[in-house]
């Protein structure tokens, strides 16, 4: 990324992370308020998160770490027995005021502070948990590589482009590539795997990351990315 880039893109972070801060602070009691009456716990949800890919130690991919906030949507004791693991669409453990805070986003409202923060950009990859990351690299060659030099994002690419949890929408030019891209080996146990989800989600990772060697792709998909973003509030879709 060239400074002229990183310099236009963390300006565009700011002033969208204001503007959205306030624009959507009347929305935070409400939303506030409904978390609170239909279960008890914290309104809010910190997770630690893996950012920029900063090199490669003995351990393998070194990240930066840093807190994303989000409003709850799952029971407090969500993961008591389960550990870390990658929410499903159906996700018994999601709330209902939950289910429809996810399939609006509104549940990432609070990521715009971490925008301002400069942990988190506008648009970007979507950051996955640091206990996450060994198995998904391990699953996903260079499933790493898409978050190099890239800050993680609030939206991004993958999340217009494709439906929940990265299945490529029925009819989109994503969908025709779908058969070749999931399970390579075709073993009935891997039908469905969390691997084949993520993989699609890489693939357009990918296609920004790309988009950010020039100064024109990368206004050209930046916006493109941010208009389309409401669309996919409006009508549930993508994750």
């Given at each position: 990324m060239t400074p002229s880039i990183r310099l236009t893109k963390r300006a565009i972070d700011v002033a969208a992370s204001l503007?959205?801060?306030?624009?959507t602070a009347p929305l935070y009691p409400v939303i506030a308020v409904a978390i609170r009456l239909e279960s008890p716990?914290?309104?809010?949800?910190?997770?630690?998160?893996?950012?920029?890919?900063?090199?490669?130690?003995?351990?393998?991919?070194?990240?930066?770490l840093f807190e994303m906030c989000k409003f709850r949507t799952m029971r407090p004791d969500?993961?008591?027995?389960t550990g870390a693991v990658i929410a499903a669409q159906d996700d018994p453990r999601?709330?209902?005021?939950?289910?429809?805070l996810r399939k609006s986003r509104l549940d990432e409202l609070p990521q715009l502070w971490n925008v301002l923060r400069g942990e988190m950009s506008l648009v970007g990859p979507r950051p996955e948990r640091p206990e996450l990351l060994v198995n998904l690299a391990m699953a996903i060659p260079f499933f790493e590589e898409r978050m190099?030099?890239?800050k993680p994002g609030i939206t991004g690419l993958a999340q217009v482009s494709l439906g929940?949890?990265?299945?490529?929408?029925?009819?989109?030019?994503?969908?025709?590539?779908?058969?070749?891209?999931?399970?390579?080996?075709?073993?009935?146990e891997a039908e469905?795997?969390?691997a084949d989800d993520m993989r699609m989600k890489m693939l357009f990772d990918l296609a920004y990351a790309a988009?950010?060697?020039s100064l024109s792709s990368f206004l050209r998909m930046e916006f493109g990315v941010i208009f389309k973003t409401p669309l996919v509030m409006v009508r549930g879709l993508g994750r």
């Amino acid at each position: 990324m060239t400074p002229s880039i990183r310099l236009t893109k963390r300006a565009i972070d700011v002033a969208a992370s204001l503007a959205g801060l306030l624009v959507t602070a009347p929305l935070y009691p409400v939303i506030a308020v409904a978390i609170r009456l239909e279960s008890p716990g914290p309104i809010f949800y910190r997770q630690r998160r893996a950012g920029m890919l900063t090199g490669h130690g003995p351990e393998g991919p070194e990240f930066v770490l840093f807190e994303m906030c989000k409003f709850r949507t799952m029971r407090p004791d969500a993961e008591k027995l389960t550990g870390a693991v990658i929410a499903a669409q159906d996700d018994p453990r999601i709330t209902k005021v939950g289910k429809f805070l996810r399939k609006s986003r509104l549940d990432e409202l609070p990521q715009l502070w971490n925008v301002l923060r400069g942990e988190m950009s506008l648009v970007g990859p979507r950051p996955e948990r640091p206990e996450l990351l060994v198995n998904l690299a391990m699953a996903i060659p260079f499933f790493e590589e898409r978050m190099r030099d890239v800050k993680p994002g609030i939206t991004g690419l993958a999340q217009v482009s494709l439906g929940y949890s990265g299945r490529a929408p029925e009819g989109s030019a994503a969908a025709a590539f779908e058969e070749t891209l999931t399970n390579p080996f075709k073993f009935d146990e891997a039908e469905g795997a969390e691997a084949d989800d993520m993989r699609m989600k890489m693939l357009f990772d990918l296609a920004y990351a790309a988009s950010l060697e020039s100064l024109s792709s990368f206004l050209r998909m930046e916006f493109g990315v941010i208009f389309k973003t409401p669309l996919v509030m409006v009508r549930g879709l993508g994750r």
